[in-house]
C-alpha cells in the first residue's frame, strides 16, 4: 500500500512565521503535489514536482514556495505567514508508470493567528 | 479551472439511491476520478473512467460520456456512512503523464436515516 504522510495534522502559527510543511512517501512516485482545501473553494494546487529538484507552479502559487531534494519528500514553505492561509493542506501523490490516482496524506490543518 | 461543474449539496434517505452529477470541458480530456472524503480525512479513490460507459464496482457505479462532457457517481442502497463528500476531478492530456488532476469544489451528499 502507498502510504503518504504530512508532518502534522494539526498546527498554529503567528502571522510572519516562515513555516514548513513536510510531506513524505515511501511508493517511489516520481510526482507529488501540494493542495489547499477551503469550504466552498474545493481542492486547489499549490505546486507540483515531477522529479527531484523540479518544480511546476500550479494554480495558486503566490505565498507558497516548495524544495524537492529527495525524491521521497516534497516540502511546502510559507515564508512569511499570512491569516489567509488558514487552511486545510494536503499532499498528494502520484506514479507515472502505474495507476493514473492520486494518493493523499492525511492533511495538515494549519491556522495563522 | 477546466470548468468542472458538480452540485454542492445532496440529500438521501438510507436505503436510496443517489446519482451525482458531473460536467467538464471536453477539449483535451484524458480520464475522470471520483474521490470520497469524510469530513477532516483525506479523499480516497473511488473509481476512474476514461471510455464511455458505466464502471460498477459494488454499491458505487460510475458513468461517463465523453462527447457530452459529463459524468455520474451512482450510490446504492446508501448507508449511513455514505454521508461525505464527493470529488469529480479530470485529468486532460496536458498533464496526464504528470498525475496532474483538476478537482470540482466536491458535493456534500448527507445520508438520512
New interface residues.
Partial sequence: DVKVTQSSRYLVKRTGEKVFLECVQDMDHENMFWYRQDPGLGLRLIYFSYDVKMKEKGDIPEGYSVSREKKERFSLILESASTNQTSMYLCATHSTGGDDEQFFGPGTRLTVL | ?QNIDQP?EMTATEGAIVQINCTYQTSGFN?L?WYQQHA??????LS?NVLDGLEEKGRFSSFLSRSKGYSYLLLKELQMKDSASY?C?V?FDRG??????Y????TQLTVWP
Fill in positions: 479551472g454542492t480520464g476520478f477532516g480525512e483525506a479523499p480516497t479513490f476512474y470529488l476531478a485529468s496526464s503523464t504528470l498525475g496532474r488532476l478537482f470540482g469544489r466536491g
